[in-house]
């Protein structure tokens, strides 16, 4: 099926950005804020079977360094292939990680049903409302019964049109209400949500558990 010319576009326009940003290389020192048992990202990951992950959009394999070793198979996403190179190199002793250059709004061409859980860390954060119903629509696809995602998302509810730059953390428009609409609209159901203070701005951010 053809894409529709308005999602492409909404990929265009979020994913230029980050192709080869200054980003990557900055963001290394805050990693163990998602990883550190007293902050609310590692409790809930730990609720993910990991036999068979996918983490979207790896950006330079932070966090992927730290799920390999314990992971099954690991699957990296992302859009820029420089970005998978980069993991590539960085992880080159593990032998469990696939990596998949995507389009931006969907899990192709990972198989129906095939995977256990899925996350995405300081990304998602970013995607328009039409790219996280995209990935939403579609992870009810890929994971399988029982599967879960865990997903960090933006709860920053602006005006739309809005240059996204603009806003605190380049946070794109979404909200905790929205995204559990756009869920369950998926076939997904809310296992556990909450806002998160992100930068000195209260409930900027949102992080939800879904279960297909």
Request: glycine share 6%; with cysteine.
């Amino acid at each position: 099926m053809a894409v529709q010319p308005t999602l492409q576009s909404s990929v265009d326009t979020v994913g230029a950005p980050w192709k080869e940003s200054a980003y990557y290389d900055d963001a290394e020192r805050w990693t163990f804020l998602f990883w550190e048992p007293a902050h609310p990202f590692r409790p809930w990951f730990d609720r993910l079977d990991l036999r068979n992950v996918l983490e979207l959009a790896v950006g330079h394999g932070r966090h992927a360094e730290r799920v390999a070793p314990i992971a099954g198979q690991l699957t990296l996403m992302d859009i820029h292939e420089a970005n998978l190179e980069a993991c590539r190199q960085r992880l080159a002793t593990h032998e469990n990680i696939r990596y998949i250059c995507n389009d931006g709004y969907d899990f192709q061409p990972v198989p129906d049903a095939s995977l256990t859980a899925i996350y995405c860390y300081d990304a998602m954060v970013h995607f328009s409302p039409d790219l996280v119903g995209a990935y939403l629509q579609d992870a009810h696809r890929v994971l399988a019964p029982g599967g879960m995602a865990l997903l960090h998302h933006s709860n920053r509810n602006v005006d739309p049109a809005r240059d996204t730059g603009a806003n605190p953390c380049a946070r794109n428009w979404m909200t905790m209400a929205m995204f559990r609409l756009l869920a369950e609209d998926a076939g997904l159901q809310v296992v556990d949500s909450k806002t998160i203070d992100w930068a000195d701005t209260p409930r900027l951010d949102g992080l939800t558990l879904l279960r297909n």
